[in-house]
């Protein structure tokens, strides 16, 4: 029945793994609101693609599983079934079985595993009994044969190849060579000094460059191709301690050399699972301390200059460093006399010693107390350093820096004095347009009603070149709302041009040059500055001595 | 005997196994769709001979497409595509007008059967 299936092979590995991520993502989204149709409708789908994709390509088991899970959806989808906690943890399972296999088909080509007991559960419930408590089973702990199988998605175009990182970086090697010969070129035409081979070898150059641009970034994956399966992961460890924890992700888009992303993706479940069984109080004890009961760890991470700034932070317990200290000087990692010595942030530091635990049994979920020194020693083969900040029952951070050769962002390009710049995306609220009468005066300053306060305008053009903004031809000007925590900031620019993804090239800007934070080719051949909004509200904060922001 | 074939099915492997399926023998996939949606827009832009309409799609659901296009053209071919288990939708399909169903995994002979035999070949 089944034919020559194996061309149709990478296609059916790249398509399921797209599918299984979806499906955790609208399974915990079902968790949230049990009336949510849509994800009820989707989640049918899914699996129901699955089942089909899999017995296309003869894959029995992922069939039956994938059967199992659909059957259950769809019961639920013709309201004859209604989702509750004891299904989604009893899914949950069966979507990790299903990875497993995949991951299995992946590595040997054969079903090797067998079809797991929850597949029976599943069928129980699609045929309408009920599971009493002591069967359901206990939640799967997410399994790192799942780490490969996420790396090597790549990115969600509908056409896209498959390309081995080898075969990247061979092509990488023969671009090296070239640019080297271009410049030998160069050199030959400096005694010849023949003005079209100049030219030639110019446009030669600009070319290869920009080759060698593309295909490496051709080598980045998103940081979501990691964090998206955080929120699952924290979900089924706070199910096993009685914890509530919220997950928020801001800045995920960020894309890394693959190599990179490969390398954080071991600190970072480190990291996360330590906040969950060390820095979050269980609820109670949050509502006790005056608290919200569900505890929250955001995962942030933004692009500065010429690395990349990933935060894990907690609103949990905090880390006491006298007890830090004390258990330091137990365990014979540091004298009793440095110790007393130390301030806070120094103590901290004990934890990334190597063999520091203060767990007081071995807790299931994340081994032998922190492992912090593995953390440290994993980023810094890629270069990056850790550090951690902490205040006594607010809460925990675990800030990443990691460098970057290249990196790509989204920015706006708009025009500053005439010239095109870039504006980075994250940094923008909204982006609106006001015509000049609704400026208002202030301090001798230009400020827009905003947000129901009158918020001072920052003129882009007078900032980095000292002429004001141009007006276009249209009566009105344009402005970028940005939100830096608790403060609006207004910036002028002369006009909006387009969004767009850049890859940042990477030159050696001069420390005192703060507003600005690298610079980008644009497509017809002109370099653009890309501005640094927080330095330049931070510069003009100091100027102005403070005055900013208030309503 | 017309041979312009427009595909509808969610999953990229399907649409690509059946685009295979047909082009080895000669005929042509003027197109493909995903959703429910875009099966309703590619239908009317390429006017296709047939149709191979997958029964459970995003969007818009299989069988209302289905009733749609045969509205605007009554003698329109749609070959259904369905998995095992959804025999409810499919007879639904086929009393509404659906000219034939294939049912997944499927394999080549039984794919161009139906599809020579509605195309009336």
Redesign the interface.
Known sequence: ???DQSK?LE??FQ?VAELLTLLNQRILELEKDYSNSEAID?IF?IT??I???S????FDLTKTLA?AL??VF?LIRRDKLEFNSEIADIVFEGVDYLDKIITELKKTGNETLELPPVTNLLRRIANGESISDEESVEIAEPDNSIQKADIEKSIKL?ESVRVPLKKLDLMLNFIGEAIIDISYLDDLNAELKNRELKDLTTHFQRIVSELQYNMMKVRLLPLSSIMDQFPRMVRDLTKQEGKKIEVEIVGADIELDSKVIEKLKSPLVHIIRNAVSHGCEPPHHRVALGKQETAKITLKAERKKDRVEISVADDGIGINAAKIAQKAVDMGIVAMDVALELIDEETYELIFEPGFTTAKKVSEISGRGVGMDAVRSELSSIGGIVKVKSIMGEGTSFILNIPLSIAVNKVLLCKIAGKTMAFPSSAIGELIRKPEAEISYMGGNEHLHIDEKLVPILDLSAILYNSPSQKDDTDELCFIVSRFGSRTIIFKVESFLKEENIVVKNFWIPEDIRRVSGATILSDGEVALILDPNEIVKIESLKQGGENGQG | MGNRILIVDDAQLMRLMLKNILIEVGYDVVGEAETGSEALIKYSLLKPDLMLLDIIIPEIEGNVVLGRILKQTPDAKILIISSIGQRLLVDKALKSGASGYIIKPFNAEDVLKEVRRILGE
């Open positions: 029945m089944a034919t149709y296609l059916f398509e989707e789908r129901h693609t089942k089909g994709n017995a296309a390509m003869g059967h659909e059957d769809d509908l």
